[in-house]
């Protein structure tokens, strides 16, 4: 069992930088790949960043290729997305997720757990 709480979203004006955090319970999490997804309002979920057990292996949607990084701290249970450059069409409720079956997922219905979503905001 994992539990995951994010934080770190908030008001950014288009072209700044937020950097979102997600704790894990448990002293299994480096046994977990995860992943970040976000959904828009009106919107399907839709798949953000992920990253591999160890943090060698990172995977990211073309829209925020280049300007979103995925990363983790198995010391600290914890996995962030650095977001820079963002744009108002990234504002959305973003979600961490847990999964132990491959390196890399992409999918929603791939992932076993998830924390509760942290909201981002990004003004023109």
């Known amino acids: 069992q994992v539990q995951l709480v994010e934080s770190g979203g908030g008001l950014v004006q288009a072209g700044g930088s937020l950097r979102l955090s997600c704790a894990a319970s448990g002293r299994t999490f480096s046994s977990y790949s995860m992943g970040w997804f976000r959904q828009a309002p009106g919107k399907e979920r839709e798949f953000v960043a992920a990253?591999?057990?160890?943090?060698?292996?990172?995977y990211y949607a073309d829209s925020v290729k280049g300007r979103f990084t995925i990363s983790r701290d198995n010391a600290k249970n914890t996995v962030y997305l650095q977001m820079n450059s963002l744009k108002p069409e990234d504002t959305a409720v973003y979600y961490c997720?847990?999964?132990?079956?491959?390196?890399?997922?992409?999918?929603?219905?791939?992932?076993?757990?998830w924390g509760q979503g942290t909201q981002v905001t990004v003004s023109s």
């Open positions: 990253i591999s057990c160890s943090g060698g292996v990172t």
């Open positions: 997720a847990a999964q132990g079956i491959i390196q890399i997922a992409t999918m929603s219905s791939q992932y076993s757990y």
